[in-house]
């Protein structure tokens, strides 16, 4: 899932968003996004992919990490 949504964003565009390396952003294809890179790395690909699907553990409730504007109201 996040390999697919690297790619579709581009690993560069994203890089760039985030002030990381390319290096590093491709990196995490393979090994994951980084529990601390979690809510940049959500923006950064337009909260395709969100905080709750990276970690649910830590973001337990699906809106957890994302902003206002886009939190479901119940």
Excluded: C
């Amino acid at each position: 899932m996040i390999a697919q949504v690297i790619q579709k964003h581009g690993a560069a565009v994203i890089a760039k968003k985030m002030d990381e390396s390319l290096q590093t952003v491709q990196n995490w294809t393979r090994r994951g996004v980084p529990l601390d890179k979690a809510v940049r790395f959500s923006q950064a690909v337009d909260y395709e992919i969100t905080p709750h699907d990276l970690y649910p553990e830590n973001y337990p409730h699906p809106h957890d990490g994302l902003p206002q504007h886009l939190r479901e109201v119940a």
